[in-house]
């Protein structure tokens, strides 16, 4: 069988040592909420438009929750302001954002009706919203049983070709991303505009300016998915597309993506707190409701775990992607993510000249995929030792496409010859889908040919690796996670606990704190 000899008591403490790393993380969150989950809620409640000021939209769900918080009275949550409004006006949910966020009305000066009303009333409104994400999320699902769905855990024709399309404008977006689909792509992501994970606010409508990528707005969401859909009824395969889900707005795009039949959210706490400097709090309570909202949905997330090892070694950091990888299951499961949704992440970025570094690559590969058998894995390709010789980057595409076959990789975002150069263009989409596909089938059956030595490079480095995991695990659960990362635990970055974007949205709960969606989800 095509599998590592692991140890697997230090597999299994390893997740105790999660688990056990992850208890005041739960406190942390049972405790306080955000404006991030206060503007979601609202957003569930299909609090989705937007007014005009000047040149700008401005989102009704930011100026409601604005409100109340410039009153200090956020930390009851917002439906108890919002749905008190309801009930007291006798108007629309959309007349009443509107409303609020004209000024027109003050949520905190009207009359409160009883409580108990107030609650039933909220309940009732927050189980129709779930009501229809469960509906939405049929639909999508519909269409996937109508055309040949190629996604599965494990896939003996090989990985999901994944490609991305970034040209800032979504129209543009739309015709690389039909062009990528014939040419044999399964997943298309469209690639969020640079720091747009800095903004406290979701963009609204359509866009056709974006650096480095296209913004993430539900409008967009909408385009690309309805011209995603046509091409899967056109190729009778289904296409799916992912966008991102992590920053100051992760679980508004949680609630966006769920409602606009998204497929795949890259969705990790970690990457914010290390690579945006976002404020761990802020980003690890938004990051539990975010995954509440993408579980019932049952979008896949994709974690950021790759991203380590493009700042810190690869050889000798690798027990780094494997300890967070333990923690982001944990904190998934506590949100009732099944692990057939939970697409963790991992890359092939060791330095080409190291001896025997394909040899390690595969041995770090196929300890991922043993030690979560049944979650979707996303392998990233190399960039880091990527240069402008676009044949030598062809090549070490063609190795690292090898290696996913090999081992039994879920997901494998092609690299791109020119990546180091320029934003790819469609003919380096097409070589890179042409390279894949070759390798992807020349090798399908590969790994039910050989097997690995038991005191082999594979299988001692693999060891290695989860020994090392378990050590750090350990240190881990010793200072604390938050001090931990203080003390550069995860690629080599140092954040604190009070420092970063964001912290002045974090609010602890009043002890009547009303927002049935935790409940409910």
Not at 29 to 37: E, F, G, L, N, P
Not at 91 to 114: M, Y
């Amino acid at each position: 069988m095509f599998k590592l000899n692991l140890n697997q008591n230090i597999v299994n403490r390893c997740r105790e040592l999660a688990l056990e790393i992850s208890i005041p993380i739960k406190k942390l969150i049972q405790a306080h909420t955000t404006v991030a989950i206060e503007r979601a809620s609202l957003r569930l409640l299909d609090v989705n438009g937007a007014i005009e000021h000047g040149k700008q939209w401005l989102p009704m769900a930011n100026l409601v929750v604005d409100q109340v918080k410039k009153q200090n009275k956020l930390d009851q949550g917002i439906l108890y302001w919002f749905v008190n409004g309801l009930i007291q006006k006798k108007i629309p949910t959309s007349t009443l954002a509107s409303e609020v966020s004209k000024e027109k009305i003050n949520l905190c000066q009207l009359p409160l009706a009883d409580n108990i009303e107030i609650e039933r009333k909220t309940k009732t409104l927050c189980i129709e919203a779930k009501n229809c994400l469960t509906e939405i999320r049929n639909e999508r699902d519909e269409l996937r049983q109508e055309t040949k769905d190629s996604f599965r855990v494990h896939r003996p024709e090989g990985p999901l070709l994944y490609v991305i399309v970034a040209t800032g404008n979504i129209y543009d977006d739309i015709i690389q991303a039909k062009a990528a689909a014939q040419a044999g792509a399964d997943a298309i992501a469209v690639i969020r505009s640079t720091a747009q994970s800095l903004l406290d606010y979701v963009p609204h409508g359509a866009t056709t300016q974006g650096f480095g990528g296209t913004y993430a707005t539900q409008e967009n969401f909408k385009i690309m998915r309805r011209a995603l859909d046509e091409e899967s009824k056109k190729l009778n395969r289904y296409i799916r597309l992912t966008n991102y889900c992590s920053g100051l707005c992760m679980p508004e795009i949680a609630v966006l993506g769920a409602q606009e039949k998204l497929d795949f959210l890259l969705n990790d706490a970690m990457y914010g707190i290390l690579f945006r400097d976002i404020n761990m709090q802020r980003t690890l309570i938004d990051q539990h409701f975010s995954r509440l909202i993408t579980a019932h949905a049952k979008i896949v997330i994709h974690t950021g775990e790759d991203n380590y090892l493009t700042t810190a070694d690869a050889i000798e950091n690798g027990h780094q992607v494997l300890a967070s990888q333990f923690i982001n299951e944990c904190l998934a499961k506590q949100a009732h993510m099944t692990e057939d949704c939970m697409g963790l992440g991992h890359a092939q970025e060791m330095n080409p000249e190291h001896p025997n570094c394909f040899l390690l690559e595969i041995a770090r590969a196929q300890m991922t995929r043993d030690i979560f058998p049944n979650s979707p894995i996303k392998f990233m390709p190399p960039t880091r030792y990527k240069s402008g010789d676009i044949f030598y980057s062809h090549l070490m595409d063609a190795m690292f496409n090898f290696v996913g076959v090999l081992t039994g990789q879920t997901i494998q975002l092609l690299g791109m010859p020119t990546e180091a150069m320029h934003t790819p263009l469609l003919q380096d989409r097409w070589m890179s889908i042409k390279n894949a596909k070759y390798i992807f089938n020349g090798a399908q059956d590969l790994r039910q040919e050989i097997s690995f030595q038991q005191n082999g490079v594979i299988n001692t480095w693999a060891q290695k690796v989860l020994s090392d995991t378990l050590k750090h695990l350990e240190m881990i659960k010793h200072k604390g996670l938050f001090k931990a990362i203080e003390d550069k635990a995860f690629a080599e970055v140092c954040r604190t606990e009070t420092s970063g974007k964001g912290y002045d949205g974090v609010i602890k709960k009043h002890p009547q704190y009303l927002n049935p969606f935790f409940e409910i989800f």
